[in-house]
């Protein structure tokens, strides 16, 4: 089956410094791919869609200077905290369709960002 | 505009009895539907969709969930809960490649 990696599975980093995510469709290409963030016990938020060869779109209240997303490949889109704080901690998930007009996305693992 | 409710943040039930998670839809258009299940510190697992076909869906791991339009429902089923079946729940409304909304989860604990 399609299969969604991401990298770092988890990260602590100071705060003011920069992390970098990778996720990656491993199977298929991905025109497309989703940035969730979660916070603890708490739903998936949408922060932006990742757009291979375009800029990303963002959500409404999602800083784009700061969540910087680079869809470099049809398999790799990269989401980087810029001067990560301590609020930015939380679980971030991508997630990526398979296929024009498919009606499933797969998502990847996770990825744990604490900022100390 | 999409969203999902689902009832009951948090539900237990004991081991081999009928586990019931409820969600309900609010879409301006024909939705897809689709429960996904989130083990501690993963992502998420499709656990079955709704995509206009069949009102009875079945999905892994003995799950089934029932399309109902007329309830703008689509409860999340399963005869006999295993302990391996603890775990959230969520329920998310979308269109294949769009973006996906999801309800605000549902914590399922299996009491032995």
């Known amino acids: 089956g399609a299969v969604v990696s991401q990298h770092p599975s988890w990260v602590i980093c100071k705060s003011g410094t920069s992390v970098k995510i990778e996720c990656r469709s491993l199977?298929?290409?991905?025109?497309?791919m989703f940035w969730y963030r979660q916070f603890p016990k708490q739903s998936l938020m949408l922060m932006a869609t990742?757009?291979?060869?375009?800029?990303?779109?963002?959500e409404q209240g999602v800083e784009k200077d700061k969540f910087l997303i680079n869809h470099a490949s049809l398999t790799l889109s990269t989401l980087t905290v810029t001067s990560a704080h301590p609020e930015d901690s939380s679980f971030y998930i991508c997630?990526?369709?398979?296929?024009?007009?498919?009606?499933?996305?797969?998502f990847g693992p996770g990825t744990r960002l604490t900022v100390l | 505009a999409q969203s999902v409710t689902q009832l009951g943040s948090h539900v237990s039930v004991s081991e081999g009895a009928l586990v019931l998670l409820r969600c309900n839809y609010s879409?301006?258009?024909?939705?897809?539907l689709f429960w996904y299940v989130q083990y501690p510190n993963q992502g998420l697992q499709l656990l079955l969709k709704?995509?206009?076909?069949?009102?009875l869906v079945k999905g892994i791991n003995g799950f089934e969930a029932e399309f109902k339009k007329s309830e703008t429902s689509f409860h999340l089923t399963k005869p006999s809960a295993h302990m391996s079946d603890a775990a959230e729940y969520f329920c998310?409304?979308?269109?294949?490649?769009?973006?996906?909304?999801f309800g605000t989860g549902t914590r399922l604990t299996i009491i032995p």
């Open positions: 997630s990526a369709p398979r296929g024009v007009g498919t009606d499933t996305q797969y």
């Open positions: 199977d298929f290409q991905a025109t497309t």
């Open positions: 990742s757009n291979e060869g375009s800029k990303a779109t963002y």
């Open positions: 879409s301006s258009v024909p939705p897809y």
């Open positions: 709704y995509t206009s076909a069949a009102t």
């Open positions: 998310a409304v979308g269109f294949g490649n769009e973006k996906l909304t």
